[in-house]
């Protein structure tokens, strides 16, 4: 499985960004997929995860990001609104076959290779 990240870059504390993860190589909703973040100096964090059923969020983003899946593109989607300065990381894709409770421990099959989000005061 591949997982392709796209749609980081720099914006304004306030504004927003929508991430993509393509998907390959596998079948689309065998997957539990989510997204991790990694800031400078700080330990990886869960941020969103989605099931075909599902959604979970972490507390930090609850409200202000919203994860989605189209299963006709093998796409998963974060739209973060609301940015803020802490939220500048660098945003991996991941997958996983098993449940979201154990993606969100950061125990996942497949990484992306990440995408840098930079969120300017």
């Known amino acids: 499985v591949q997982l392709v990240e796209s749609g980081g870059g720099l914006v304004q504390a306030g504004g927003s960004l929508r991430l993509s993860c393509a998907v390959s190589?596998?079948?689309?909703?065998?997957?539990?997929i989510g997204w991790f973040r990694q800031a400078p100096g700080k330990e990886r964090e869960f941020v969103a995860a989605i099931s075909p059923l599902s959604t979970y969020y972490a507390d930090s983003v609850k409200g202000r990001f919203t994860i989605s899946r189209d299963t006709s593109k093998n796409t998963v989607y974060l739209e973060m609104n609301g940015l803020k300065p802490e939220d500048t990381a660098v945003y991996y894709c991941?997958?996983?076959?098993?449940?979201?409770?154990?993606?969100?421990?950061?125990?996942?099959?497949?990484w992306g290779q990440g995408t840098q989000v930079t969120v300017s005061s």
């Open positions: 190589g596998g079948t689309f909703d065998d997957y539990v």
């Open positions: 991941v997958a996983d076959h098993g449940t979201a409770a154990r993606l969100r421990t950061g125990v996942v099959d497949y």
